[in-house]
Antibody, heavy 117, light 113 residues
Framework: EVQMVESGGGLVQPGGSLRLSCTASGFSFGSYYMHWVRQAPGKGLEWVADINQDGRNTHYLDSVKGRFAISRDNALNSGILQMSSLRVEDTAVYYC??????????WGQGQMVTVSS | DIVMTQSPDSLAVSLGERVTINCKSSQSLLSSSTNKDYLGWFQQKPGQPPKLLISWASTRGSGVPDRFSGSGSGTDFTLTISSLQAEDVAVYYCQQYYGGPITFGQGTRLELK
């Protein structure tokens, strides 16, 4: 069974940093893209970042460029979203998603990130 | 960025009735090289992550009931539920993966009448 499990969410002050982790199982992790998608409370879905199979190509939402960094370790079947200079508007549930390219086919349960003073 | 607009924002339908949700993109999602539309549909039930229903505009995902179908091409797409079941109450999102950042529609909330 394909599983994506996030961890590392929590409460952080504006300007602070947080590191989200994603552990994958049930498939060959290194053969798929990994994406992060977020959902602010009561709002819709917003794609945040992606990384290709070998980790050499990444893409970001304009509003997080320079603040967020996506990475992966295929040997550990895991990925990271490093978030810094966090803003109140970054408050959301963050989902780690397996990508068959850009087809978002398996989602984790999500981690809540709250940016507040 | 490609803007995705869904209609309606919400609808209430009786059990067993047909449901139609529309999605319009600000530019064509049809690739001339692959002849595929880069459009997906997702279902999100309360307290759960989204679930992929349909990719390539009309290809049902693994385990998705055949009452769900997708149609359309270019800039206009439709998700149809042929006979509404109670477990279909959810918010539905379309998503484009043709180019630029991946973008989603604003969502359509489906409720029981």
């Amino acid at each position: 069974e394909v599983q994506m499990v996030e961890s590392g969410g929590g409460l952080v002050q504006p300007g602070g940093s947080l590191r989200l982790s994603c552990t994958a199982s049930g498939f060959s992790f290194g053969s798929y893209y990994m994406h992060w998608v977020r959902q602010a409370p009561g709002k819709g879905l917003e794609w945040v970042a992606d990384i290709n199979q070998d980790g050499r190509n990444t893409h970001y939402l304009d509003s997080v460029k320079g603040r967020f960094a996506i990475s992966r370790d295929n040997a550990l079947n895991s990925g990271i979203l490093q978030m810094s200079s966090l803003r109140v508007e970054d408050t959301a549930v963050y989902y780690c998603v397996r990508g068959d390219g850009w087809i978002l086919d398996h989602w984790g349960q999500g981690q809540m990130v709250t940016v507040s003073s | 960025d490609i803007v995705m607009t869904q209609s309606p924002d919400s609808l209430a339908v009786s059990l067993g009735e047909r449901v139609t949700i529309n999605c319009k993109s600000s530019q064509s999602l049809l690739s001339s090289s692959t002849n595929k539309d880069y459009l997906g549909w997702f279902q999100q039930k309360p307290g759960q992550p989204p679930k992929l229903l349909i990719s390539w505009a009309s290809t049902r995902g693994s385990g998705v009931p055949d009452r769900f179908s997708g149609s359309g091409s270019g800039t206009d797409f439709t998700l149809t539920i042929s006979s509404l079941q109670a477990e279909d109450v959810a918010v539905y999102y379309c998503q484009q993966y043709y180019g630029g950042p991946i973008t989603f529609g604003q969502g359509t909330r489906l409720e029981l009448k």
